[in-house]
């Protein structure tokens, strides 16, 4: 089976603080993906990635950052966290484009 | 506003009844469409997925129908279970983009 990891389940930080998110996956899919989601809205993109070192804005890349330095792990990276950063983080990946992707349990980040 | 989307649409139905999950896609270039089941506290789960030259999957109990001239796919669930209690969400995969969601569709049996 495929296994996403988010390494927290649930974060809390300060606003200003530099916040890290990590995701690693165990199937050397060559995507990976970060959403967030709020609710009611669904699942929006915030970066992904198709291979080790790319990466692509998703539709609300303002605010975050992300870093692939190895194939199995993604990481996002708030650099100055805000209290509308405050949100659920799902990490996902998937084989190639045009497979489905796997998703992580999520990361719950509440930003005080 | 983010305060419109806070209310998820809800299907609610009689254990043992069909459901029929409904989702309008934005991308008419969109090619591979996904449905996924998310339950409480959980990341989402792949349910079934469709490519753009289908026009019908079927899975174990459940029927994805995708409609290309209006942008629509439906989720056909069969002889639904409280186990299926759950929200749902459509996705699209966008030509060079990453998965597209919705906004989902709570579903609740009723036993």
């Known amino acids: 089976d495929v296994k996403v990891t988010q390494s927290s389940r649930y974060l809390v930080k300060r606003t200003g603080e530099k916040v890290f998110l990590e995701c690693v996956q165990d199937m050397d899919h060559e995507n990976m993906f970060w959403y967030r989601q709020d609710p009611g809205l669904g699942l929006r993109l915030i970066y992904f990635s198709y291979d080790v070192k790319m990466k692509e804005k998703g539709d609300i890349p303002e605010g975050y950052s992300v870093s692939r330095e190895k194939k199995e792990r993604f990481s996002l990276i708030l650099e100055s966290a805000s209290t509308n950063q405050t949100s659920m983080y799902l990490c996902a990946s998937s084989l190639n484009v045009n497979t489905e992707a796997f998703f992580g349990q999520g990361t719950r980040l509440t930003v005080v | ?111």
């Open chain 2, 1 to 111: 506003g983010e305060s419109v989307g806070l209310h998820l649409p809800t299907l609610s139905v009689q254990e043992g009844d069909n459901s029929i999950i409904n989702c309008a896609y934005s991308n008419s270039a969109s090619d591979y469409f996904i449905w996924y089941k998310q339950e409480s506290g959980k990341g989402p789960q792949f349910i079934i997925d469709i490519r753009s030259n289908m026009d019908k999957r079927q899975g174990q109990r459940v029927t994805v129908l995708l409609n290309k001239t209006v942008k629509h796919l439906s989720l056909q669930i069969a002889a639904t279970q409280p186990g299926d209690s759950a929200v749902y969400f459509c996705a699209e995969n966008r030509p060079l983009r990453a998965l597209t969601f919705g906004s989902g569709t709570r579903l609740q049996v009723q036993p």
